[in-house]
């Protein structure tokens, strides 16, 4: 679904056609999407048209590229103990 609006708003059936899930587990996604920030909708009529929120976007990715720099400098330090141990 975040890659899908990535390239543009969508609406809830269009997000649901190419899943294997139902209109009310797409929606649940969208709720928790929305609630995170992520993603904003708005309701025109009957439909509802989601959009995803850039900046928060970034600030997840920043995140993650934190936690991976976290990760691999533990995961270095460990290879690095482990070389020294079969020295």
Same mark, same amino acid.
């Given at each position: 679904?975040? *890659?899908?609006?990535? @390239?543009? %708003?969508?609406?809830?059936?269009?997000? =649901?056609? %190419?899943? =294997?899930?139902?209109? %009310? =587990?797409v929606v649940?996604?969208?709720q928790v999407?929305?609630?995170?920030?992520?993603? +904003?909708?708005?309701?025109?009529? @009957?439909? @509802? +048209?989601?959009?995803?929120? %850039?900046? =928060?976007?970034?600030a997840a990715?920043?995140?993650?590229?934190?936690?991976? +720099?976290?990760? *691999?400098?533990?995961?270095? @330090?460990?290879?690095?103990?482990?070389?020294?141990?079969?020295?």
């Open positions: 679904m975040v *890659e899908r609006l990535c @390239r543009g %708003p969508a609406s809830v059936s269009e997000l =649901a056609k %190419p899943l =294997a899930m139902s209109l %009310p =587990a649940q996604h969208l999407l929305e609630a995170s920030g992520l993603v +904003t909708s708005q309701k025109t009529g @009957r439909v @509802r +048209t989601c959009q995803i929120q %850039p900046q =928060a976007l970034r990715e920043g995140w993650l590229t934190d936690q991976r +720099t976290h990760w *691999e400098r533990k995961l270095d @330090r460990l290879g690095d103990y482990l070389a020294k141990d079969t020295d």
